[in-house]
């Protein structure tokens, strides 16, 4: 692991100082052990706090769109150059951004990290288990070392509860949610949810109320998860950040799967095919649709 | 909605919204309607420019607000007024629909389909599907918010 980190030292040293770039997104340690939170390095000589280890669980990519938004009533305002240190799924989050034109290409380098898996604590997080690419595919400066092999066990939640009657998911469903105290850091955490105005804070329309009705809370988490569709690269940022301990992922899980099996669409893996949901293809499967009787 | 009478459990009667497209399936109502075709009058009709407007949370306040059923349909693919938006449309609720029936709502409720202009009869044996899929499923439980009318 040590290489690793002074490889990694080396590469945002070497990109800082040259004035390559004007930040570099990485993690520090945080105050209490087997933690790491994230961390702006701007100055080439003060990188003593750069950490990787497998306690990086945060996804950079997150940070992203906010950096490359233009100020409010700024006058001469040029885009920061930036880069981010990027493990598979950070990666693949970037691709997905930069697909969705978010951020500028060539504003941004992408650290890529072999990632073995990050731990919740003692444990492997369960996104990490499942994970298909512990090295981004689109990468400018690879960091050497060895990745986490790929998994071959996946979804296994996912097919154990599509085996369950639709009263007993609906029950689980209402249970997990019940928990939800609608302080939204599933969505602040989620790279994708960069929506300048998100359908939860609208008045106009409302889209729900403001109360703690269950059914409100239902339609917040069918909507964010939802518009994930075609996007979600299964880092489980919302289900780390979740403080009431939702298992959003039984949920979230669904949707990229269900766009793997019906239009073989993975994301963030090449930035050339458009996302999934804003394309289509004459052939598309249609067996959801009611044909009227004759 | 509010104006309406309280139905008593014995005569229940569905409430479905359905979204129609103005160019095919809102032409293919007026149609059923011109040529006299008979059909449940269970269904309230919003018109929409196409399939692809509605957002798919339209379908879930809906069913918060204490809709029992929801019907989306719009152009046959290939025939949308603005050449992809029901393609489009066929991508996003296709999963839609298989995401709300994984957690547990009844897929029936919520249905999709294609109805041209010229497709009076086969709107009118359309309507008449669903109500009586909505009717066997029984009155809208999931999603229904407190207060709601029917709730």
Known sequence: MNEVVNELKAVVHKLLSEGAVDVVIGYEDATIPQKTRPAFFRDAEALEKLAWNSHCSNNLAVYLPRMFRKPLHARDWTPPRVAVVAKGCDGRSVVGLLKEKQIPRENLVIIGMPCQGMMDGDELHRACMECTHPFPEVVDIPVSGSARDKAEKRREQLVAFEAKSPEERWRYFTDEISKCIRCYACRQACPNCYCESCFADQTKPRWLGRGNDISDIIAYHIGRIFHQAGRCVECDACVQACPMGIDLRVFTQKLPALVEQLYGYIPGISEEDPPSLCTFNEADSQEFITEPPK | ?151
Not at chain 2, 5 to 13: S, V, Y
Not at chain 2, 55 to 79: E, F, K, T
Not at chain 2, 93 to 122: K, M, N
Not at chain 2, 136 to 151: D, E, F, H, I, Y
């Open chain 2, 1 to 151: 909605m509010t104006n309406e009478p309280d139905i008593k459990q014995g005569d229940w009667e569905p409430k479905i919204v359905a979204f129609l497209c103005n160019w095919c399936s809102y032409a293919g109502a007026d149609l059923a309607g011109v040529s006299r075709f008979q059909y449940p009058p269970n269904v309230r009709v919003i018109r929409v420019p196409c399939s692809g407007r509605i957002n798919p949370l339209y379908i879930v306040n809906a069913l918060q607000n204490g809709v029992d059923g929801v019907l989306v349909s719009g152009c046959h693919p290939g025939d949308c007024h603005y050449i992809s938006g029901n393609l489009v449309a066929r991508r996003k609720f296709a999963i839609f629909s298989d995401f709300i029936t994984y957690l547990g709502i009844e897929p029936q409720r919520v249905q999709f389909s294609w109805v041209s202009a010229s497709e009076g009869a086969q709107f009118a044996s359309l309507i008449t599907k669903v109500v009586n899929d909505v009717k066997q499923l029984g009155p809208s439980s999931r999603l229904v918010k407190t207060g709601a009318v029917n709730a």
